[in-house]
């Protein structure tokens, strides 16, 4: 019989995955409302749907397809890139998704185990596990700004020159998660010099690219040392359809051909079903994405709203994604406990900010539920949050 002492330590030092938590947490409940995983209320387009229904008896649907993605996906991707993205010189690899594979082949393929590399607080609690689980176990954490939650680029640069040997990747959310706040353009292309100039990896996740609010426009920066993400899951609701992609430089001679060692070895190809409704749902076009984008304006206010017993001023994000990022008051500085208090004494149930190397806050997702439900969960909130400010956690 085996034993947990015979795992892999890089299984057994890697973080047990907060998600995995909460919904533990949930089953523990009766009727608890949601503020917690990062996912939209909307499903794939319809159009895409039933188009996607007719191929389904195909026998290629049953197949595996190319490692790197379907042929008309890629090229739609391409297309999208150029047009879109501004990223004029990349190649593009389709995966089972932008978190486990897209990341995850990242991470293998630009980094060893013992190798540093550089996240920014607060960080995507899963790009951190990725790094573990690989055996990075060096992660340097950067502070960010304490009013924007900006990545503190000058304290990029002085560590990128003064740790020795130079960390190997650098890995930015924009716009972030958790933070929910975006990364601007003339800061992006600091960073990106930062990282071009030291030689080493940036890696850039632009998941919730079409989730800007207030005007804002997110960019993307393309470079022989640039790694892009990408995702379909909230853009256009395919979370379980598991699919994402990675954009990277084509003067990166070598590069696919070694990517594609990893990616076999995984899935071997992302699901062939999931690419023909993605290439569906690109015919749809950006609008249909930027119509449910805007209706997520309206949940981030009543969100706001539950979080006033805070004091705004310790409100942060929401500039982009879907998440909004709190600072819960010096004496309940347990944020586990205070999210545990929250979900079993009024019902509603958020992101512990010590998953992200933040204790002391909260990530609050305002994408996943509509309006009206939106306003019972954030209701429940505010009171619990008055509750916790005023008398503490009553038991």
Not at 73 to 83: D, F, H, I, N, S
Not at 286 to 309: F, H, Q, S
Request: hydrophobic share 40%; with cysteine; glycine share 8%.
């Amino acid at each position: 019989m085996g034993s947990l002492e015979m795992l892999s330590r890089r299984t057994m030092s890697t973080d047990m995955p907060v998600m995995a938590q909460i919904r533990k947490l949930m089953a523990e409940l009766t009727n608890p409302m949601s503020l917690a995983q990062g996912v939209v209320h909307w499903q794939p387009p319809q159009k895409a749907l039933d188009k996607v229904k007719d191929v389904v008896l195909d026998p290629t649907v049953s197949s595996y397809g190319p490692d790197e993605g379907i042929p008309e996906l890629r090229q739609a991707l391409q297309k999208k890139l150029r047009e879109e993205n501004k990223l004029t010189k990349s190649a593009v690899m389709v995966t089972a998704g932008a978190n486990q594979v897209a990341f995850v082949n990242l991470v293998l393929i630009l980094s060893d185990p013992g190798d540093s590399v550089v996240m920014f607080q607060p960080y995507y609690f899963n790009a951190y596990m990725a790094f573990q689980m690989t055996g990075v176990t060096n992660i340097i954490v950067g502070p960010a700004h304490p009013d924007t939650l900006y990545p503190d680029a000058d304290w990029l640069e002085r560590t990128l020159s003064e740790s020795k040997p130079t960390p190997k990747v650098v890995t930015v959310v924009n716009p972030g998660n958790p933070s929910g706040t975006y990364v601007p353009e003339p800061l992006l292309k600091r960073i990106s010099k930062i990282c071009k100039d030291a030689g080493c990896w940036l890696i850039v996740d632009n998941t919730y690219e079409y989730f800007m609010y207030d005007g804002l426009k997110h960019c993307c920066v393309e470079g022989d040392h640039i790694v892009n993400v990408f995702s379909f899951s909230k853009t256009y609701g395919m979370m379980g359809w598991r699919l994402g992609y990675i954009a990277y430089s084509e003067n990166l001679k070598g590069f696919a051909r070694e990517l594609v060692k990893i990616q076999d070895n995984i899935p071997i190809c992302a699901s062939i079903i999931s690419q023909r409704l993605a290439v569906y749902a690109l015919e749809e076009g950006t609008g249909w994405i930027t119509e449910r984008v805007k209706g997520l304006v309206k949940n981030r206010e009543i969100v706001k709203e539950a979080l006033e017993p805070l004091g705004m001023e310790n409100v942060k994000g929401g500039e982009g994604a879907i998440y909004l990022w709190a600072k819960l008051p010096e004496e309940h500085g347990d944020d586990f406990k205070a999210v545990r208090w929250l979900a079993h004494r009024h019902g509603v149930v958020v992101i512990p900010g010590s998953a992200s190397g933040s204790p002391g806050h909260v990530r609050v997702s305002f994408g996943g539920l509509k309006e009206e439900e939106m306003r019972a969960a954030a209701e429940r909130l505010r009171k619990g949050l008055e509750e916790l400010v005023h008398l503490g956690m009553v038991e």
